[in-house]
């Protein structure tokens, strides 16, 4: 089994790599590749969906895999832990609106669907919970927007009822549902947004653990 491993920043990529697999093994139109295991390729593709359609297609053609996975940092519609892990159960993306023409809001005309559902959740929560972490599930709302608390931020949440808001992974989920690939994400609170903290957006704590636990899924999930 090939898997694919999907990231915007270099921040989120960095805990994954280790001094072998510090080179990338290709670089194609400015996306890194990086060998993590035998089966298991990793790409840094950049912040927004366009990045992250582009990058997963690239890892699709080139790689083959059979399963793709998105991890990185969202920001949260409750009040949770910075750093609560997250496995997503599907994706909506909250800034395509074609309403004018009739469409429902979130609508995805080329492939006529609203949501993205992650695949094979039942065995996605089997191997999260055989890690034993905590974790959430939930659904997130993919834009290119960084939220915070604003009249769009109620809006999302209340059109939509995500758990979570960030920008890439629904640009990945529909990439591989054109590609008839499994995809699924793990993602770490790095914010609340309805929440006033002493910082906007606490990276390196939602980052502590999550590629820990991006590795212990996979070879939970894995295993014969």
Not at 54 to 76: K, T
Not at 122 to 137: F, H, L, N, Q, S
Not at 150 to 163: E, G, N, Y
Not at 184 to 203: G, Q
């Amino acid at each position: 089994m090939t898997i694919g491993l999907v990231y915007a920043m270099p921040g989120e990529i960095e805990t994954l790599l280790t001094d072998e697999t510090r080179t990338p093994i290709r670089t194609e139109a400015g996306v890194s590749f990086y060998q993590i295991r035998p089966h298991i390729i990793a790409c840094c593709c950049g912040v927004s969906k366009v990045n992250a359609a582009m990058g997963a297609q690239l890892l699709i053609s080139l790689y083959h895999p059979d399963l793709v996975l998105n991890a990185g940092v969202a920001g949260c519609f409750e009040n949770v832990p910075i750093g609560t892990i997250v496995l997503a159960e599907g994706f909506v993306q909250h800034d395509v609106d074609t309403t004018a023409i009739g469409d429902p809001v979130g609508l995805v005309s080329t492939v006529n669907q609203i949501r993205f559902p992650t695949a094979d959740l039942p065995a996605a929560k089997a191997a999260m919970d055989a890690t034993g972490v905590p974790y959430r599930t939930g659904w997130v709302a993919t834009g290119d927007w960084f939220a915070t608390d604003t009249p769009r931020s109620h809006w999302i949440a209340d059109t939509f009822h995500p758990l979570l808001c960030e920008m890439e992974g629904c640009a990945v989920a529909q990439v591989c549902l054109r590609n008839g690939v499994k995809f699924m994400a793990i993602k770490s609170v790095s914010d609340c947004l309805f929440e006033h903290h002493d910082f906007a957006f606490n990276f390196p704590a939602a980052m502590k653990d999550l590629n820990r636990v991006v590795m212990a899924f996979l070879t939970q999930l894995t295993k014969e």
